[in-house]
């Protein structure tokens, strides 16, 4: 069975030019991997008749489908419809229904009906109109020599309404498509270089339908195994027991698996083990508190933290001796020792982590330049402390300072506490 | 004059999958139409290497500059050097600069070198190597039929950091492009229809060349002013003239001139003043102390910050009154007074700044639902509470406290503090 392939085509000068985020593409191609239905392009271009031709003729010499969105504004740089109309030899002729719908939204808006939204409901004769209940655009269907043509508006809600009411369904109906499944599997803390050289065998091994992709984020390298085939329930089991192979090759790596975040899979852990945590920041700046806060339910186990910026603060709130201090200076393993212990008693939890190091531009010297950076962690049976070395922007040291400490924590945690 | 027209390509398969959302292509065209470079199209396809020679020849056809990212990283799965070096009709050959910038990398992770990233610095031998300082994957500068062709890495770090120092730079003076100079007005506080409103007649009465840009952002509405011509010093004044009009019209609500975030005009404030501040958390939960804390240079006024989460913590780090808590809850005027004067105290700072709000999606009731929240400002002469209603999503509701707060501190800071 071949594999359906669609292309997008957004048309509009927003995108071009930077002053929106094409968002739609994303969420399209998302919903079309649901459904078997692979996106082979996705191509930007502006409100010009001859590109939009160009661009329609490209994309229908290698899709199935061919997905449009944008140009069907009522004003005259909108040249969708009309372009569609020619491309496929047709007539305007006013739809009724979508008559209707405009009218009706212009009378809930207590808005007289415009000649140009009127306009909107003539449609192009041989296409099958797709309904637009949140706007005045219709869609547009086309069926050409076995391809299908989609048009629809650029405004996301209305887009995302007709692809999930319409759309998707008509195309799941139309094509035969292969059952498509993603598995990701999240590793942090080992470069993709080293990750590739210890997933060489397996990889080479994968079934043809079964392909894996390193997908690079800040946090570590994202895995993803895609298969495709006929039965759902087979492949299903039959990348169950490839994630389990991969699993093995580098277990200490993998923090989750599925579309789950460092500081989402740290705080399951805390919350299912009955941990409490404080942190204990210098050079994150609070940056390692919010990660921890950012998660839904987080006062579970977050009692909070001591930002200490300056040194007065790490000796006072943060009880970190003064000869700590001159004889090692702000970061260095000792102090950021104290202060992850210290953080733990002050505010009596079960894990206190700390932070201090220079993010820059600025503070380095000969012997600690910029992208030194001291991290520990402590639980009262142990302190681990480490030495980084990043030299990156100021906010990436921050960051990346940050997504270590998760993973120290990740890796230290004791299994439970009974108190 | 003629204008010069750009390309974007993106490879890679996790754009198309829907995966990551293609934030790249939006930065570059804003960037390119600041030195006068239109994108005409942006095609994003996935690694294989036909798709990525047919992407080029259409490219090829219609644009002056081709601006190709990702498919760079080490894997096999990554094909764009390789498309390149037979597309330019050239072999690889070891570029010793990139190998040096490699190996320093791996150097400073303190991980040895593998053959996979060795291999990152062999490079085609008729493009000129665009020096990535960020990552293990060189750019690649192409020059053809009077077209430039550049691949750059798809992390973005890596490529705007390359397009900043090298590419945009070497494209503005490789092509003639007309003067463009552009104002940026950054507003917050005030929405963008009410802006409109005001800004109305001014604009109107602007100069043909002269255009406004409404761009709005989380902090705030930016204002863009672009002018085009051939005289830039006539363009500047021109411009800046128009700059004071609309300044007068909306005095207290611009925070800054240019690129500058709300965090760095704050933090402007208070060095310039010679004051210091402290924040106390709930809510925010460390993501207000980030925001004073990314701005480089800011521990010159930045002392630290108590994220009191728990109950306990606020009373016993920030002494908030049991009492206090008890009557009025910690999401309340009385408790967010305490936090903001009682750190200010405690970390012996000009200002202390407090937030405690129920961020969500749990933790709402009928009286205090989610999205309430409050903040204060205290600096020994005054206290200012306020309260905000939003019911966003968990981290807007984070975003939108920190920029409140933010705007309150630049609103109320005293003029200068003499001891």
Known sequence: MLAVNAEIIT???EILYGQIVDTNSAWMGTELAKIGIKVKQITSISDSAEHIVAALDEAGKRADIILMTGGLGPTKDDLT???LTDYFHNMLKLHEPSLADIAAIFEKRGIELTELNRQQAFLPESCTPVRNVLGTAPGMWFEQNGKVYVSMPGVPFEMKRMMTDIVLPNLKAHFKTPEIIHKVIQTTGIAESILADRLE????????HIKLAYLPHLTGVRLRLTGSGDNATILEQELQTEVEKLSQLIPNYIFAYGEVSLEEAVGDMLKERGL???????????????KLTSIAGSSAYFMGSIVAYSNEVKMQLLGVKPETLQ?????SEATVREMAENVRRKLNTTIGVATSGIAGPDGGTEEKPVGTIWIAYADGEKTIAKQLNYNKTRLLNIEFTALVALNLIRQSLPATVDE
């Not at 065998?201 to 043809?208: G, I, K, R, S, T």
């Not at 409490?276 to 919010?290: D, F, M, P, Q, V």
Request: one cysteine or more.
């Open 276 to 290: 409490t945590i404080a942190t204990a920041e210098s050079c994150t700046g609070g940056y390692l508190a919010h």
């Open 11 to 13: 048309i509009g000068d």
């Open 327 to 331: 004889q090692h200076g702000a970061v």
């Open 81 to 83: 419809k009309d372009v």
């Open 201 to 208: 065998d397996w990889e080479l091994a994968l079934p043809p």
